[in-house]
């Protein structure tokens, strides 16, 4: 596929991570023809996937951090239940099944109170968790 340059410019917004609304504004098309030059750009690999951003109210504070976890048994089957209880949870982003001390790396983001609660009311009182760390984030420099 010769890409042209319509393609490049949304390649290159789709990687800024610019949402569609925005798009149709700056480059003046409509959204239909966004999607379509989208799905030609997936179809033909030049798109892996796509990050979405959630509008968030300005007038709260959010937060994302890392949450380490430890499970007393690791058995597939332990594994899955774990990412069942999680998966529906607003506040968990990813999970990242890791080696080391540690057997998974939760991505979460939310107001602070939400994760905190999430930690304390929900994680600590998951059967199969041994041990919970959380890591904060405290300064974002993309690179």
């Known amino acids: 596929m010769k890409l042209k340059e319509l393609d490049v410019e949304l390649l290159d917004l789709f990687k800024k991570g610019v949402n569609v609304k925005d798009i149709t504004k700056k480059l003046n098309i409509p959204q239909s023809t966004i999607y379509y030059h989208y ?19 300005e007038s709260k504070t959010y937060e994302k951090a890392f949450i380490l976890v430890s499970l007393n048994s690791v058995h597939t089957t332990d594994f899955e239940k774990f990412f069942q209880d999680l998966k529906e949870d607003k506040v968990v982003k990813e999970i990242f099944e890791v080696s080391g001390d540690w057997d ?39 690179i």
């Open 39 to 57: 799905n030609k750009l997936k179809k033909n690999g030049f798109i892996k996937g796509l990050k979405v951003e959630i509008y968030y109210d």
């Open 104 to 142: 998974f790396i939760l991505s979460v983001s939310g107001q602070k109170g939400e994760i905190i609660n999430f930690v304390h009311e929900k994680l600590q009182n998951l059967q199969n968790v041994k041990k919970i760390q959380s890591i904060f984030i405290m300064r974002h420099v993309e």
